[in-house]
């Protein structure tokens, strides 16, 4: 026989005894919630480099949210998150222009910039410029200017900096005047940031990466350049021939000078050698005395006498008393008499 296990007929379903009452109603309510939540996420997390805008019904707060959790109503509220790091915009060539440069958006390419010089000549300039968002002016800059911020302030900013002071220069003078234009640009890049109401973008770097001049400009710079090399070279070699010049004269002074000295000393030698000889003939002069005179003629006369005795045929040398020349006798001839002076 067949069970009925629907004795009563219609809905077989109970729910179970915790979801009736008033606990069944706040778990459904709570689970709703639950539910909501999930599909609404009704917080936010703000990370460290950014900084969150709470907008009420389309109104902005003027207190920032900063970085850590935060809650919020969906549908009524939403929060605009922006970064705060620094951000780069650089001024490169055109087949790079309008590129990012990373996930983030703090890299952003521009075309360089065009301006013109002193004298109208067109001028491409290419640069750097590096900033951040002021955290606590986030809701004003984000209220005022919009997200794109950046092309409202700092991009028109630099551009007409660059203008203003590039025109102040002819084309020839701004490749040695670089350093100097650079720190122009710097210095009112950053004074017109400060200058901007509430202070919203703070001035992080700047670098001038590149001026290019016209072709023409180019081409006379190098014509000057090379000039100024030849008068370099030309001075150079001058300098050079005046140097070995001046080395030639110093090396011939110096063996001028070495003969005079050497000659000095010659003469003080034999200046020195006369004096001692005249000296030493004074001294003998003074030593000869008639009593010396007589001796020597004595001793003279017993050589000539030796002589004679030992040959006969001897030639006679006579010096008789006060006589200046030396007289010799030829024995053999006494007529023939040879005069000599004295030496």
């Known amino acids: 026989m067949p069970v009925d296990l629907h004795p009563k007929g219609g809905n077989d379903f109970e729910p179970p ?18 539910l909501l939540g999930f599909m609404f996420k009704p ?9 969150g805008i709470l907008s009420t019904t389309g109104k902005f707060s003027q207190n920032p949210l900063y970085p850590g959790m935060h809650f919020y109503i969906p549908v009524i509220q939403r929060v605009i998150v922006v ?18 440069s990373d996930r983030y ?54 551009r007409d900096v660059v203008r203003n002071i590039i025109g102040q220069y002819k084309a020839e003078e701004l490749p040695t005047k670089r350093a100097e234009i650079a720190k122009k640009i710097e210095v009112k890049v950053k004074q017109g940031l400060e200058q901007i109401p509430h202070r919203p973008v703070v001035f992080e770097s700047f670098l001038l990466r590149n001026i290019i001049l016209p072709a023409r400009i180019r081409a006379q710079i190098e014509r000057v350049q090379i000039a100024k090399q030849e008068a370099e070279r030309a001075k150079y070699e001058v300098l050079k021939a005046k140097q070995e010049a001046e080395k030639r004269a110093t090396i011939a002074r110096g063996i001028a000078e070495a003969k005079i000295i050497e000659a000095k000393g010659r003469a003080q030698a034999r200046l020195v050698e006369a004096k001692a000889e005249a000296q030493a ?54 007529r023939k008499v040879v005069a000599s002076e004295s030496q």
């Open 281 to 334: 003939n004074q001294v003998i002069s003074q030593s000869l005395t008639p009593e010396l005179l007589k001796l020597k003629a004595i001793e003279v006369q017993r050589e000539f006498n030796w002589a004679l005795k030992q040959n006969p045929n001897v030639q006679l040398f006579l010096m008789p008393p006060q006589a200046n020349p030396n007289l010799w006798l030829n024995l053999q001839n006494p």
């Open 17 to 34: 005894s915790f979801m009736t009452g008033k606990r069944g109603t706040f778990l459904i309510i709570v689970g709703v919630i639950l």
């Open 105 to 158: 958006g703090t890299i952003k390419t521009y075309p360089p910039i065009e301006v013109l010089d002193a004298r109208g000549l067109p001028i491409t300039v290419e640069l750097s410029v590096g900033y951040r968002l002021n955290p606590n002016e986030a809701p004003f800059i984000i209220k005022t200017y919009g997200l794109n911020w950046e092309d409202k302030i700092v991009n028109p900013l630099v």
């Open 83 to 100: 970064g705060t790091k620094v951000h780069l915009i650089n001024y490169k060539g055109k087949e790079e222009a309008g590129s990012q």
């Open 43 to 51: 917080f936010v997390v703000i990370n460290e480099g950014e900084v």
